[in-house]
């Protein structure tokens, strides 16, 4: 008999706890147990897909309860499995540290039925709802994409079957530019292209050709030698194009437009000046036409066409490296010698309608991550709503609010409002003197500028106030989560925030506060606590000389692909142990994420001794494989008004040095560097 019940796991060492749950939860939902958090990763390792929500314990032998959330974010988990913190703990530091890890909710023990079925119930049904809008949007986004690449072939139809030809060539240009640029990206910061620019300038090139349509077909479709005066007219075709789209009497400023104009005219530019029609040069040639220029001629070269036979792949590459169809762009021959097997592959299996399906499903999946504007703006929504439901649950029994900052208002949670005798929603908070008799205005208006210097990796804030509630004043501590939009400038949405009593500091709070400043894999500082502790270095002390080393393994992706990502993470805390065994206590030491570290010291006279020591002894040899590191050091003296985002920046440009030079070293910043580092900042 088939089983349509959906599953929970609920992870939990004590096994007279997960019995409770499940007893709760058995009749609605199929049960799977953990009794840690490393058996709980196992299990989601095999079930991912059909677990649909979690119950998760904190306090666990073996891997706790935050470690289980670190992982699922860094497996991407975290995404498409809602999870419901359970825990007797109820500190403030507990709950932020696991809303800020990605749980949507938490309940505390002992549990009450009620509470636990409607906890359960509406998280297991905003996740529905989300996964609904997803799929709304995905098909949305198909459709879409659907429609722009029948598009583009009925043109390739168009302009080709004047020219005699199969009207592959439009969709074999499309995809080679397309391939270029993202090879491109990788390889250098020099072309600032989003995936947004790739799709556009690839899906463009369909246009490169259009003059064509206003050359006479006997010269188009000459099988033979062209003559001096039929070349001339041929050649046309760049000026034709052009002007067919400088001519079009609406949209002009659109990008389409623009693009399709550069790579219309000037596919034909060559990059030592030799091209036609305006013998442009270098980068006075605008990229999307030079990615185009090589796109049409390796499809040329590797097409039949009424002239000549088709050459192969390999040859044609040859032909292009050699200059033997002009000069290109040095980066774009390495791109195309990067990407030459790769592209032998592609272009046997594009037709009219693999385009459609499979380079479309790609697209969906990348739109959706980087997203457009209706795609942001509906996950924000989603977010909100969720975040909504986690804090406004009357059942909480807790002083629950939003603010709003368009219009101004607060909105209280119902039992919230009750207990404090206001209404739901309190207008302009900051001057309402109902709002004012609760929080004083100074207090509240100190605590929306904390909520205002949050950030979307940092959105959490809170603080102590002397609040008048239930007829006397209580010290409390307000806790408040800010939302940010999902944007390239992120901007500020208002909180969801709550009010509780304040509970005297103890030394377990103190100890997770302390683990909650470290990288769960390597025992090192997080990046947001290093980032803490160096700014307020930077600022304290006059006189004294600091370095920061940023450094990555240059080989990890290599051990991770080859022997799995345990491997690598034995590696990880191979290097962490290296760095802890060569720093001083006063130095801070930190993983920022993958495979990055940065080391901040200070210094007397001279840092590059203690660098090159530090830098030979992050060599790592592990079970025979062989890790080197590339580093960039900053210097700084302290007080010299150079903060930390600053110093980062200068390290790791350095560090971009090295990896331009071939790896495996450490360089110092210097101002021959300073251009590199304001382009980062630019971008």
């Not at 530019?177 to 390889?187: C, H, P, Q, R, W």
């Not at 006997?218 to 041929?234: D, H, Q, S, W, Y």
Request: hydrophobic fraction near 40%.
């Amino acid at each position: 008999m088939r089983n349509d019940k959906k599953k929970i796991l609920i992870v939990d060492d004590s096994e007279m706890n997960r019995a409770l749950l499940a007893d709760m939860l058995s009749e609605d939902y199929e049960i799977i147990e953990a009794e840690n958090g490393m058996e709980a990763i196992a299990v989601l390792h095999e079930h991912e897909l059909e677990i649909s929500l979690m119950l998760l314990d904190i306090v666990m032998p073996e891997m706790d309860g935050f470690e289980v959330l670190s992982m699922m974010n860094e497996k991407g988990w975290i995404k498409s499995i809602p999870v419901v913190m359970i825990s007797a703990e109820t500190g403030g530091a507990y709950i932020d540290r696991a809303y800020d890890l990605g749980a949507v909710d938490y309940i505390s023990r002992p549990f009450d039925e009620r509470t636990v079925m409607h906890r359960v119930t509406s998280n297991f049904m905003l996740s529905v709802k989300q996964k609904e809008m997803s799929e709304m949007l995905s098909a949305q986004i198909y459709e879409k994409e659907q429609d722009s690449s029948l598009m583009i072939e009925i043109l390739s139809h168009i302009v080709e079957f004047r020219n005699g030809e199969s009207g592959m060539h439009v969709l074999h240009v499309q995809a080679i530019t397309e391939m270029l640029l993202d090879a491109l990206v990788k390889k250098t910061d020099r072309y600032p292209l989003s995936y947004k620019d790739i799709r556009l300038i690839s899906n463009v090139s369909a246009l490169h050709d259009i003059g064509k349509i206003s050359i006479p077909s006997e010269i188009l479709n000459k099988p033979g030698r062209f003559t001096p005066e039929e070349f001339a007219v041929m050649k046309s075709h760049t000026v034709e194009g052009a002007k067919m789209l400088s001519d079009i009497p609406f949209r002009k400023n659109e990008a389409l437009i623009r693009l399709g104009y550069e790579i219309c005219r000037w596919h034909h530019e060559r990059y030592d000046g030799r091209g036609y029609p305006d013998g442009l040069k270098g980068d006075e040639i605008p990229i999307a036409a030079q990615v185009v220029s090589i796109a049409d001629v390796y499809d040329a070269l590797t097409s039949k066409r009424v002239y000549k036979d088709a050459y192969e792949p390999d040859v044609a590459v040859q032909m292009i490296l050699r200059g033997e169809c002009g000069a290109f762009n040095p980066l774009l021959l390495e791109c195309l010698t990067d990407i030459a097997d790769a592209l032998k592959k592609e272009l046997t299996v594009i037709s009219f309608g693999h385009v459609t399906e499979n380079s479309i499903h790609d697209t969906v999946k990348r739109v959706l991550k980087s997203g457009p504007d209706v795609s942001n703006r509906s996950i924000q929504l989603l977010e909100r709503e969720r975040m909504k439901f986690k804090y406004l649950s009357d059942i909480s029994r807790e002083i629950m609010f939003e603010y709003i900052p368009m219009p101004e208002m607060i909105e209280l949670s119902e039992w919230g409002a009750e207990s404090l005798g206001l209404p739901v929603k309190i207008g302009n908070p900051v001057d309402n003197p109902l709002w004012n008799r609760v929080f004083a205005k100074d207090d509240f208006t100190h605590f929306l500028e904390k909520i205002r210097a949050t950030t979307p990796e940092n959105p959490v804030a809170s603080d102590k106030y002397l609040l008048y509630i239930g007829g006397e004043q209580k010290w409390c501590k307000v806790i408040a989560k800010a939302i940010w939009g999902d944007s390239e400038k992120p901007v500020f949405e208002g909180a969801i925030g709550k009010i509780m009593d304040v509970n005297d500091e103890t030394t377990a709070m103190e100890d997770l506060e302390k683990k909650a400043d470290c990288d769960s894999r390597t025992g090192l500082l997080n990046h947001n606590a290093s980032k803490r502790r160096i700014a307020q270095r930077l600022t304290e002390t006059k006189d004294k000389h600091y370095a920061l080393a940023f450094f990555d393994l240059d080989n990890f992706k290599k051990a991770n692909d080859q022997y799995g990502h345990l491997f690598g993470d034995e590696i990880l805390e191979t290097v962490a142990n290296r760095i802890r065994e060569n720093i001083r206590s006063t130095d801070i030491a930190a993983r920022m994420g993958g495979d990055e570290f940065i080391i901040f010291m200070e210094y007397k006279d001279k840092v590059e001794p203690q660098i090159q020591r530090i830098f030979q002894r992050l060599t790592v040899e592990h079970k025979g494989f062989n890790v080197s590191v590339s580093m960039g050091v900053a210097c700084v003296d302290s007080g010299c008004g150079i903060d930390y985002d600053t110093l980062f920046r200068m390290a790791d440009t350095a560090a971009y040095t090295v990896k331009r030079r071939g790896k495996s070293g450490y360089c110092f910043y210097d101002d021959s560097m300073a251009s590199l580092l304001d382009h980062g900042k630019e971008e």
